[in-house]
């Protein structure tokens, strides 16, 4: 049988924003939108009862896109995401991040730990983001886990890998499944960074960020899935004169994952080509995902 997945991914990729600094989505998110782009080294009707799904159903294990779905009880997740992005792929951005059931499904307590290394500099820790994650839905077709994010100022603000303050972000995923075969997944949030710092670290502002997401993932009932997933971030950031700019990147991005159940351990690969789209320009990447889910 397949495990089901609850993924917070996301939530587990920061995005970063003309500075280089995460801030997740979680993010909803993923590391250097805006610093690559700047240049940086069927419906259900009333009365009619919704289908109900056979086991086992792959929902999950998004790379871009955070979904409504809680880790089941006693069941632990470790999420490894690698993106290889600018010109010639010389840009590293990784991300780990473990979720745990909070004594049942109904909570979820998680964490992200991203690794950043942009051409000429070393690796590097960024923002930290410890996350809770409320059940509020989860029904045969609709499921809603809105998402609160404490983010540590861990990363460095001199190599744009941080913003030098502890901020906030509220994100509210929505999972929909419009068939026996295909699941979409919608997300709205906003990071909040109180007191963030320009990369000199004499100039702080207050910066509010806000996120959209959708996806689409499909057939369900495979091994192996194909996703296609978008992600828009409006994202303000400090100049050199203290003043704040604002701007907008996409991601767009097409993938692959695959299902490797071993025993109650389950496995899962997969490989997305996001496509970064800002001021104009895009730029291809490739993203590498892989997922151990199992019992504790």
């Known amino acids: 049988m397949i495990l089901r997945d609850h993924g917070d991914h996301r939530r587990d990729s920061p995005v970063t924003f003309g500075t280089g600094r995460p801030c997740l989505r979680h993010l909803v998110g993923f590391p250097a939108l805006l610093v690559l782009a700047l240049g940086w080294p069927g419906t259900h009707l009333e009365g009619q009862e919704a289908p109900r799904l056979p086991e086992p159903a792959f929902e999950d294990n998004s790379f871009f896109v955070e979904e409504a779905y809680n880790q089941a009880t006693r069941v632990v997740q470790h999420i490894n995401g690698l993106w290889l992005a600018g010109e010639r792929l010389e840009n590293l951005f990784y991300t780990f991040t473990q979720e745990w059931p909070l004594g049942g499904p109904r909570h979820q307590l998680s964490y992200t730990i991203p690794l950043t290394r942009l051409a000429g500099q070393s690796l590097s820790i960024g923002d930290v983001q410890l996350n809770y994650r409320y059940q509020l839905l989860e029904g045969e077709r609709w499921s809603i886990a809105p998402r609160l994010t404490l983010i540590l100022p861990s990363g460095s603000v001199a190599k744009s890998l941080g913003f030098g303050t ?38 702080h502002r ?76 895009s730029r291809v990447g490739l993203f590498s995902y892989l997922s151990f889910e199992h019992p504790f």
């Open 166 to 203: 502890v901020g906030g972000q509220f994100n509210l995923p929505v999972s929909f499944r419009f068939s026996r075969q295909f699941v979409t997944h919608w997300n709205a949030g906003l990071t909040f960074l109180p007191r963030a710092s320009a990369s000199n670290g004499d100039i």
């Open 206 to 281: 207050g910066l509010v960020n806000y996120n959209l997401g959708a996806s689409v993932v499909g057939p369900l009932m495979w091994p192996v899935q194909f996703l296609l997933e978008g992600v828009v971030n409006f994202a303000s950031v400090i100049d050199s004169t203290g003043d704040v700019r604002h701007g907008t990147a996409g991601v767009v991005s097409p993938g692959i994952r695959v299902a490797i159940n071993v025993g109650k351990l389950q496995i899962v690969p997969g490989l997305g080509v996001p496509v970064l789209i800002a001021e104009g320009t």
